[in-house]
């Protein structure tokens, strides 16, 4: 991933520890949500038109708030309750917003932290509970992560996951997981 800062573990991990405590939280769409503020930005990074550093900023870290995750979620149930059941559709939005919020909370721990009252005011919001260093490169980003209280919330959730549902963690069985979430009636 070159120089990103996005630990991607990290942002999966947190939203899967969700799934396993509930049925009815669609995986494939809560991992589509916690992925989804940096889906849009890190094109961006990766051609070179914006600094890691600014993905979270003014014009395109609009993604990185609650209010990017409602928008969202109200969209994919709008277009998947015409499609599908209404039941279905809850079900994959509140996933897809329970995703995204999660991503978003996570960020807002790091120095950087990120405009969580976007539209309302542009001011980053941050705990700074461990440095950002998206600017060392997706490795040093990897250290400065891991040797923070982050080791500590990254370590608790992976316990937690492999505590509940360690066999989901193993291909056949993810698989199954996956396949029962599939729509089963798509209305057309």
């Not at 800062?5 to 769409?29: G, M, T």
């Not at 990074?45 to 600014?54: E, H």
């Amino acid at each position: 991933w070159g120089n990103t800062s996005l630990c991607w573990f990290s942002h999966d991990l947190e939203p899967y520890a969700f799934k396993v405590f509930s049925n009815r939280i669609l995986l494939i769409w809560l991992l589509f949500g916690s992925v989804s503020p940096d889906v849009f930005t890190k094109f961006l990074i990766q051609s070179g038109w914006i600094p890691a550093t600014q993905h979270r900023h003014i014009g395109i870290g609009v993604t990185h708030t609650p209010f990017f995750g409602l928008i969202v979620a109200l969209i994919i149930y709008l277009f998947l309750s015409e499609r599908t059941s209404k039941d279905y559709a809850g079900r994959a939005a509140v996933s897809f917003l329970i995703g995204q919020w999660s991503h978003v909370l996570l960020d807002a721990l790091d120095s950087v932290g990120l405009m969580i009252f976007f539209p309302f005011s542009d001011k980053l919001f941050s705990l700074g509970l461990w440095s950002y260093a998206a600017q060392l490169g997706h490795w040093g980003d990897l250290y400065v992560f891991y040797h923070s209280s982050a080791l500590v919330i990254e370590t608790a959730t992976f316990v937690l996951v492999w505590l509940k549902a360690w066999k989901f963690l193993l291909y056949d069985d993810f698989r199954k997981l996956v396949s029962e979430e599939k729509i089963s009636t798509p209305r057309l």
